[in-house]
């Protein structure tokens, strides 16, 4: 099983895709002119100007959504694995994927927004939604959401359960061994995905307000702590920042894990953890209420540099500060042994290990609680993903029980994945990444050369603001936008018009015949 697995994933994040996520954030960021550093100020300030509504979740909600998914096992164990198999240099490729990947994290979220619909009450959208609508290819759209509900609601759940079960054993011990007619395993890990499991249920039969609700408030606390645990360790090592910094960008560009290594395993583990291109993220910026679709590719660009410019660098400035760390080489052989060799860089110990080191007796603990919360929102961010595909489906095919099958299939994905090794856990992961990933960016990259409906989008807003409007209106008809049917009857439905501003074929001041 391992074999095949690593089989396809040769094949799958060959050179090719790790070149097109960089190539394709490079080319959102030149041709919204780094829209990621032009409207920082404005990303922050709508984080808490939406509001919500009965249909949608305010774009707060939705940045916890998806930040749920994006913060998770991967800020922990993955960029241990992007270190343990890259070297530190890997740390600095995955700065560049999430600078560059900020770019396309709003192209990608503002596509959502143009072409989302409501669904029995909510909005739904993502790649499948808008590559029907604006490449006109269902069939293409088709493949998407199928690659995505086997993605999210059979590989990469079992990721983040991995890393819980592993973070648990290694802090309270792993109990005694339990054996079945699968196998033989321990006790604490079978505890904890049952654990998992009963809590996860309750909240995904809830629905998405109930997943809004508890990501809203348990994002932003856990995201918080585990950084200020991160700055305690670095001030503790102060005089050691600098060497790390040093040590980070001269490794990007050395040939002591490969070159090729570091940018590889930077660009994976970059794309693992930030979701930038990867199609998630749409999926909870389509759900958003918004006045503009612009916003919450905005909300949604922001997002990326929490998870990897905050997160993610305080994982890694913690690990390589502390030395809590090896590298691997080929053949098995280590290029850095600083811990015992029989540590998996698949898993979070190298995290626990530098907290350890720093703050004795808090680390493995401190990591397994930090390492629930963070994987367990992510799950309830891949079910959310894989709901909506389903609902997707659901618009031409009706199969009846499907959502429930889909939970039943999540639940034991998590299970499975709690007492299994790390190895098989991510190397599954990383197939159901990998393979939204080609088909997200390829699909964005025609749907730009087709009709540029995002950029579209930004030149609109950046009009409105700069005339200073008090509500913004999008009007996809004036912009030449076809398929966007929910915001046509926005405009029908509130009286709404968009004047030009400036005669340029934009949307304007809002103004209501009501």
């Excluded at 990608?108 to 927004?113: K, R």
């Excluded at 618009?395 to 007492?419: E, I, Q, W």
């Amino acid at each position: 099983m391992q074999s095949l697995v690593d089989f396809m994933n040769g094949i799958i994040w060959s050179p090719a895709l790790i070149y097109l996520c960089l190539g394709a954030g490079l080319f959102y960021s030149i041709t919204t002119r780094f829209m990621q550093v032009r409207h920082f100020g404005e990303m922050i300030r709508l984080l808490f100007a939406g509001q919500s509504s009965e249909k949608g979740i305010s774009s707060f909600q939705a940045l916890a959504v998806s930040l749920s998914g994006r913060v998770g096992t991967g800020n922990i164990a993955g960029v241990a694995a992007a270190i343990g198999f890259g070297g530190p240099g890997a740390v600095f490729w995955m700065w560049v994927v999430a600078f560059l990947g900020a770019s396309t994290a709003y192209y990608e979220s503002t596509l959502a927004q143009i072409y989302k619909e409501e669904d029995e009450g909510q909005f739904r959208g993502g790649p499948a939604y808008f590559i029907e609508k604006a490449m006109g290819q269902k069939w293409y759209a088709w493949v998407f959401a199928i690659a995505t509900i086997i993605a999210c609601g059979l590989l990469l759940p079992g990721v983040q359960s991995n890393s819980i079960g592993n973070a648990v054993a290694a802090a309270f011990g792993s109990g005694d061994m339990i054996e079945t007619t699968l196998g033989t395993f321990s006790s604490a890990k079978v505890i904890t995905g049952a654990i998992v499991c009963v809590v996860l249920a309750f909240i995904i039969f809830g629905g998405v307000k109930r997943i809004a609700h508890f990501t809203q408030i348990v994002v932003p606390f856990m995201a918080l702590g585990y950084i200020v645990i991160a700055f305690v360790v670095i001030l503790l090592n102060i005089d050691m920042v600098p060497t790390v910094f040093a040590t980070i960008v001269g490794d990007a560009f050395s040939p002591m894990a490969g070159v090729g290594a570091a940018i590889g395993w930077g660009v994976k583990r970059g794309v693992y953890s930030n979701e930038a291109g990867q199609g998630t993220g749409p999926h909870a910026a389509a759900a958003a209420q918004v006045d503009h679709p612009a916003q919450q590719g905005f909300v949604q660009a922001f997002s990326i540099y929490i998870d990897t410019l905050l997160v993610c660098s305080a994982t890694a400035f913690m690990i390589i500060i502390t030395g809590a760390f090896n590298v691997h080489g080929a053949e098995g052989a280590f290029l850095i042994q600083n811990l015992p060799a029989d540590i998996a860089a698949n898993s979070p110990v190298f995290t626990q290990m530098a907290i350890e080191t720093a703050m004795p007796g808090l680390g493995k603990p401190f990591v397994a609680i930090a390492l629930f919360f963070f994987s367990f929102t992510t799950i309830l961010a891949y079910y959310y993903i894989a709901e909506t595909n389903v609902a997707y489906i659901h618009r031409t095919v009706h199969v009846p029980g499907l959502m429930f099958v889909l939970k039943l299939f999540l639940l034991a994905s998590v299970f499975y994945g709690a007492v299994k090794t790390a190895d098989l856990a991510w190397a599954l992961g990383d197939v159901g990444v990998g393979l939204m990933a080609w088909l997200n960016i390829v699909g964005i990259l025609i749907i730009f050369f087709m009709a540029k409906p995002a950029l579209k989008a930004l030149k609109d807003y950046e009009a409105q603001k700069k005339a200073g409007v008090k509500e913004y209106v999008f009007d996809p008809v004036k912009l030449g936008i076809k398929g966007a049917d929910y915001w046509e009857e926005r405009l029908k439905r509130k009286g709404q018009t968009a004047p030009d501003l400036g005669g340029e074929s934009t949307s304007g001041t809002a103004k209501s015949s009501l």
